[in-house]
């Protein structure tokens, strides 16, 4: 039996490779499956690894899911790639199966079982399985009811649970988090992981803040004055001589530039986190950071890791795209 991890971001990366310690699992029956062009850089693991980057883009494209023929030539590339690359029997680590390629992995052939990994936010959402009922998701719904004759992939239905899943796997399934909060509003077996304890290698001085972006801009659920005049007031009641700042990498060279320019206005240094640092890991190895921002994930892991954190959230709620973003997630920091 194999046991495939599926990763896109640091924290899913970390959250896995706790539940790898976890179940203690060998190294051989082990398989991370990358999308979204993650690349781990900077934790050697004696894992097998796999970028299905490619075929996830594929999948993503704007209006793809109207494409059914598309999807179905994805479907038998995936399947493909599978029997290639692993032909055996293996339990999938998903964050979810809301979208394309966790379904498709799901249902394969070989998938004799499916568990679902903390990926963030989301899972500390009261929202969890609720299923969405716009017009557009409805007719999504309704238009692959008659052709997705391989019944490997849906539409609009809930990012954990599908009825033929439940079937298939007689569900409930387990959750691996790494806190008791993680899935709360979900109520199948959960199991509490650490993330492992790894030595980064990056000196920082923990007496001076941290501020953590999003791309706000980038993904429109917030304006961009408002954006950059809640970081600019932030920033004047915050920062120190010395800072830390840490982008995302969804950013725009454009906004960073403004980002960095409101310190250095202020005769204020600036010392860049950089990317290939999972900033998750330099939160379990230095206590007690003062970590800033607005609605990052990584400020709701601070708090669980004990560290202070501010949030200065509230500046964005006078604008109209953030008030329409919050009404799709139910946390607060």
Not at 107 to 128: A, D, M, Q
Not at 147 to 170: A, G, I, T
Request: proline share 4%; aromatic share 18%; charged share 25%.
């Amino acid at each position: 039996m194999k046991y495939l991890f599926y990763a896109h971001t640091h924290t899913l990366f970390l959250t896995a490779l706790g539940v790898v310690n976890y179940l203690k699992l060998k190294p051989e029956d082990v398989i991370f499956l990358y999308t979204r062009n993650y690349a781990n850089k900077s934790i050697k693991i004696p894992y097998k690894e796999i970028d299905l980057s490619d075929i996830f883009s594929d999948s993503m494209k704007n209006g793809e899911e109207f494409y059914f023929w598309k999807l179905n030539k994805l479907v038998t590339k995936v399947d493909d790639l599978i029997a290639e690359e692993i032909s055996e029997d293996y339990i999938a680590y998903l964050p979810h199966v809301g979208v394309f390629l966790p379904q498709v992995l799901a249902t394969n052939k070989y998938c004799k079982g499916i568990r679902f990994v903390e990926e963030g936010l989301n899972c500390y959402s009261s929202s969890l399985g609720i299923r969405k009922n716009t017009w557009r998701e409805f007719l999504k719904r309704l238009y692959s009811f008659g052709v997705n004759s391989y019944k490997r992939y849906w539409f609009s239905d809930s990012p954990f649970f599908h009825e033929f899943l439940k079937k298939r796997y007689n569900l409930p399934t387990e959750l691996f988090g790494i806190s008791f909060n993680s899935f709360f509003s979900l109520n199948e077996k959960k199991h509490v992981v650490k993330w492992p304890n790894i030595q980064t290698g990056f000196s920082l001085d923990a007496s001076n803040p941290i501020y953590i972006f999003e791309a706000a801009i980038e993904q429109k659920f917030a304006s961009k004055d408002v954006y950059l005049g809640a970081v600019r007031i932030m920033i004047i009641e915050t920062a120190k001589y010395n800072n830390y700042i840490k982008f995302h990498p969804g950013q725009s060279e454009e906004n960073k530039n403004t980002i960095r320019q409101y310190f250095l206005e202020r005769n204020l240094s600036i010392t860049e986190l950089p990317f290939t640092v999972p900033f998750e890991l330099i939160m379990v190895e230095y206590p007690m950071l003062e970590i800033i921002g607005f609605n990052s994930s990584l400020l709701l892991y601070g708090k669980l890791f004990n560290h202070k954190v501010v949030s200065y959230d509230s500046l964005l709620m006078n604008d109209s795209l953030y008030i329409h973003y919050k009404k799709t997630v139910d946390y607060v920091l």
